[in-house]
Each structure stands twice: as structure tokens, then as C-alpha cells.
């Protein structure tokens, strides 16, 4: 479970958050939508501990893994040893999840042999090869066509359901909040605040 208190987030004498609350059980997903520009990057960098200068607190329990925008593979390094290297996963778990994730044999393979599509299947492994308690996705499918985003939102829904982490899915994309997430809200305005869109959560602000 993740939980945040957050009172406001400030850069110098401006103010970008407004009071935020939000909670997400495990096996759960909540979408955040937003614009550029909004506060979607700040407020995930508070909830992922990433920046502890705001005022308010975050209670996350267990592991957390995320998966960023981009891929984040480092180019010297074999997909095997990419996983291992930040999850320390053993080499029979790492090829039981490339093979989940549709890139089997593939722990050999240089990140320049990879499509963007597979990078990120890629960056997927490596978030559930050590199952994670908390999941965090900074808007995964950017810059992928529509059918290679439908492929990944499918076996993303298939990883978190058999995981059941507690999950924050940034995105930009209402179509891809829709398909993914069990709860949808929005940052809006400026201070930016947390706006429900799905009605369930009576901590925020109701469209």
C-alpha cells in the first residue's frame, strides 16, 4: 500500500502543490492524468521518495519498482545483466520474465538490437522479476504506435494482476487510463490539485 499526505510542494516562493491526499491498496491502480507541465513528474518524484523537500508525508510498505518514460537501459549492458544489476534476480528468474514478457532468449541481447517497444518490455521485466510491493509507471508508452501501446497496456494489466502490486500509472492519455487503471484523477490548476474523475475516492476534489 501506498499513502500521501501531502500539505503543498513548493520551488522557492512558488507554490505547485496544493493539498494533496491519496491512497492505493494492493492489487489496485490509479491513474493519474495531467498535462505538461502540471506537476505530474513532481508529484511523482514525492511519491517515490525521490524528493522528501515538501511538506506532508508518504507511507509506502514493501518494495517499489518503477518503470520511467524511457526504457533506461544502459547500452554496455546485456538485457540480462540490465535486470540483474538494479534487482540482483537470479538468471532462471530473469528468463522466466523475458519470456513473460515475449522476449525470450533474449538475456544476450544488446539494447541497441532492441526496438523502443521491446526496450520497454525490457524495463517491464525488470520492474517484476522481484515482485514489487508499490509500482510506479511515468507514462510507459510514449512515443509507441497505437497497436505496440494496446500489446503493453494488455500484459501490463497481466503483470499487475498476477503481482498485485499497489500501482500509480502518470499518464497523459485518458484512453490509457481507462483501459488500465481501476481509479482515475486528474492534475489540474495552478497550485495543482487532485481532482477525481471516477467519483470513488471523497479524499479529493469531485469533477
Not at 519498482?65 to 534487482?87: A, K
Not at 508499490?134 to 509507441?144: H, K, Q
Request: hydrophobic letters at 40%; aromatic letters at 4%.
Amino acid at each position: 500500500m501506498i499513502r500521501a499526505e501531502i500539505q503543498s510542494k513548493c520551488f522557492g516562493a512558488k507554490q505547485v502543490l496544493d493539498p494533496i491526499t491519496l491512497e492505493v491498496a494492493r492489487g489496485e491502480v490509479l491513474a493519474i492524468e495531467g498535462s505538461s507541465g502540471v506537476g505530474k513528474s513532481t508529484l511523482l518524484r514525492i511519491l517515490a521518495s525521490l524528493d522528501d523537500d515538501f511538506d506532508g508525508r508518504v507511507e509506502a510498505t514493501g518494495r517499489m519498482s518503477m518503470v520511467f518514460q524511457e526504457p533506461r537501459l544502459m547500452p554496455w549492458r546485456n538485457v540480462g545483466d540490465n535486470i540483474r544489476l538494479t534487482t540482483r534476480a537470479t538468471a532462471g528468474a530473469i528468463g522466466q520474465m523475458l519470456t513473460r514478457v515475449g522476449l525470450a532468449g533474449h538475456e544476450n541481447t544488446y539494447p541497441r538490437a532492441l526496438s523502443l517497444g521491446q526496450a520497454r518490455r525490457v524495463a517491464l521485466a525488470r520492474a517484476f522479476v522481484v515482485p514489487p510491493n508499490i509500482l510506479i509507471l511515468d507514462e510507459p508508452f510514449t512515443s509507441l504506435d497505437p497497436d505496440r501501446v494496446a500489446d503493453l497496456l494488455v500484459l501490463t494489466r497481466e503483470l499487475i494482476d498476477s503481482h498485485r502490486p499497489a500501482t500509480i500509472f502518470v499518464t497523459h492519455s485518458r484512453h490509457e487510463a481507462r483501459q488500465l487503471a481501476d481509479r482515475r484523477a486528474e492534475l489540474t490548476g495552478q497550485p495543482a490539485r487532485l481532482v477525481s474523475k471516477t467519483g470513488d475516492m471523497p479524499q479529493m476534489q469531485t469533477a
